[in-house]
Nanobody, 115 residues
Framework: QVQLVESGGGLVQAGGSLRLSCAAS????????MGWYRQAPGKQRELVAV???????NYADSAKGRFTVSRDNAKNMVYLQMNSLKPEDTAVYYC?????????WGQGTQVTVSS
């Protein structure tokens, strides 16, 4: 089992920045990918950005050029730096990891971008 706890969400004006953090605990030696998904009201959960244990990244088109995912494997942390935020980035952001063939999710943190 892997437990994920997010922090860093909040309310920000359009054009502003936020940094999300996620701490992993549990069976962490088996973690492969770590990253972020988001879900806006009335929409499906979607990929934002993920990073493999080897450092390869995958970004949603909407995140490219504005968001940066990073990991600190020594601390079992994953981060999402979000710049130039837009109202359409408003969503609950979920930390994600894949370990021993299973997907694990955090409880989510709300990000609200006002226009």
């Amino acid at each position: 089992q892997v437990q994920l706890v997010e922090s860093g969400g909040g309310l920000v004006q359009a054009g502003g920045s936020l940094r999300l953090s996620c701490a992993a605990s549990g069976t962490i030696f088996s973690i492969n990918h770590m990253g972020w998904y988001r879900q806006a009201p009335g929409k499906q959960r979607e990929l934002v950005a993920v990073m493999s244990s080897g450092g390869r990244t995958n970004y949603a088109d909407s995140a490219k050029g504005r968001f940066t995912v990073s990991r600190d494997n020594a601390k079992n942390m994953v981060y999402l730096q979000m710049n130039s935020l837009k109202p359409e980035d408003t969503a609950v952001y979920y930390c994600y990891t894949n370990a021993v063939g299973y997907d694990f999710w955090g409880q989510g943190t709300q990000v609200t971008v006002s226009s």
